[in-house]
């Protein structure tokens, strides 16, 4: 039988990767020792108790993952992490204190504590659960059934998974398909468009691969390093700086080719679709920002086909028209107005390419004033008239 407090005091020393002990939400036990003030907070706490599978993780606003173990038979769990797959930037660092709610003269001591939590990919983490399970609870678990777990229990806002049919989209091919295919999948991921990508699925399902490698494991795994440079590069383009971007793709590749399992890889691949999409769309908004501003951008992405006004955005929000305005423009650098535009002529875009509908039909659709104003934003935004790019992209 397994002493928990001794297993998990040996564990830490040898990983460096924070435990705690929990019998039901009552904290027991931590390795290491720490303040208050970095033990995990409520939020994620309430989303790993409330899992129904005894394994799962989730996913953190400074995009780090805490995963919980239940203890068969008993009101007992562990929670372990947080895990993140490179070192915490300083920006990371001060959104966490606004979350964890550090005093400024506990800022520097706080940053040390994370600091010292040494790098995981999210792989190599599920390994973690998945053997702690078994320790513990004395059966097996696949990392697929982790996964499932762990995507309901996933911030919706921030980390939108597919659906099981991206995964039958990414049957039949992502890659090496038609070029208006590659182009559609990199345009979402540019302007960080997490609702658009995860439509895509449902749009690609009929899409080929070509032969690139001898066997399908060999296969999947150089469709998926071709993918996580396109994805880079489109990433890059849409404001993730070039440094993070590089980085990130390094870690994907690295972590892909330990992989022995199809699944596996093609599990990886919706994941580093989502991650660079999410990192985009985090760096129109930063990750220091407030929450207002999230559902700001949010609300206007998820609303282009309709008769959206910077009045309506300021009652959903709950922020008078002219602070919420002023708020906008001094924290994000851009007009509100400017922003709801450019996010319909973005889906004008998509519409022009993959659609048949007319330019009539598109301008009512994101609530143009007129046919003639759509074709003139357009034109202004981009220059070349709408009736030209669908032309340029269907050549």
Not at 156 to 165: A, C, M
Not at 361 to 374: A, K, V
Request: aromatic fraction near 12%; charged fraction near 20%; charge should be neutral.
């Amino acid at each position: 039988m397994i002493e928990i407090n001794v297993f998990c005091e040996y564990l830490y020393a040898s990983s460096y990767i924070p435990i705690y002990l929990y019998d039901g939400t009552e904290l027991t036990a931590s390795y290491p020792d720490q303040d208050q003030g970095t033990l995990p907070p409520p939020t994620y706490l309430t989303k790993l108790w409330e899992a129904e599978k005894s394994v799962t993780y989730t996913l953190t606003e400074f995009y780090s993952y805490y995963g919980c173990i239940k203890i068969k038979d008993s009101n007992s769990c562990i929670v372990i992490g947080p895990v993140n797959d490179f070192p915490y930037s300083p920006e990371s660092l001060l959104a966490m204190s606004k979350e964890f709610s550090i005093a400024k003269s506990d800022f520097d001591s706080f940053t040390e504590f994370f600091r010292n939590i040494p790098t995981q990919n999210l792989d190599n983490f599920i390994k973690t659960l998945m053997f702690l399970h078994y320790a513990f609870n004395h059966t097996q678990i696949t990392r697929q059934e982790v996964e499932h777990a762990a995507d309901h229990q996933m911030d919706k806002s921030i980390n939108q998974k597919y659906t099981e049919s991206s995964y039958e989209a990414k049957e039949e091919g992502l890659l090496n398909n038609s070029y208006a295919i590659e182009k559609e999948l990199v345009r979402f991921i540019e302007s960080g468009n997490l609702e658009g990508l995860k439509k895509f699925a449902s749009r690609a399902r009929n899409t080929k691969v070509g032969i690139i490698a001898h066997n399908n494991l060999r296969q999947w795994k150089n469709m998926f390093i071709v993918a996580v440079i396109l994805y880079s590069r489109a990433a890059m383009k849409g404001g993730l700086t070039p440094s993070l971007s590089y980085q990130l793709s390094n870690i994907y590749m690295q972590q892909v080719e330990r992989l022995t399992d199809v699944e596996d890889v093609k599990s990886l691949f919706a994941q580093v679709q989502m991650d660079y999409t999410n990192r985009v769309a985090n760096s129109i908004v930063p990750i220091t920002a407030d929450k207002v501003l999230h559902q700001v951008v949010q609300f206007v992405r998820e609303n282009t086909n309709r008769s959206i006004t910077v009045a309506a955005i300021a009652e959903h929000v709950g922020f008078s028209r002219p602070s919420l305005s002023r708020k906008v423009k001094k924290e994000l650098g851009f007009e509100l107005s400017t922003f709801i535009k450019k996010c319909k002529l973005e889906e004008a875009k998509d519409l022009l390419a993959f659609t048949d509908k007319s330019l009539s039909e598109i301008s009512n659709y994101l609530c143009f004033s007129s046919q003639s104003h759509f074709q003139k934003s357009f034109k202004d935004q981009y220059g070349i008239t709408p009736h030209a790019y669908r032309k340029s992209v269907h050549f």
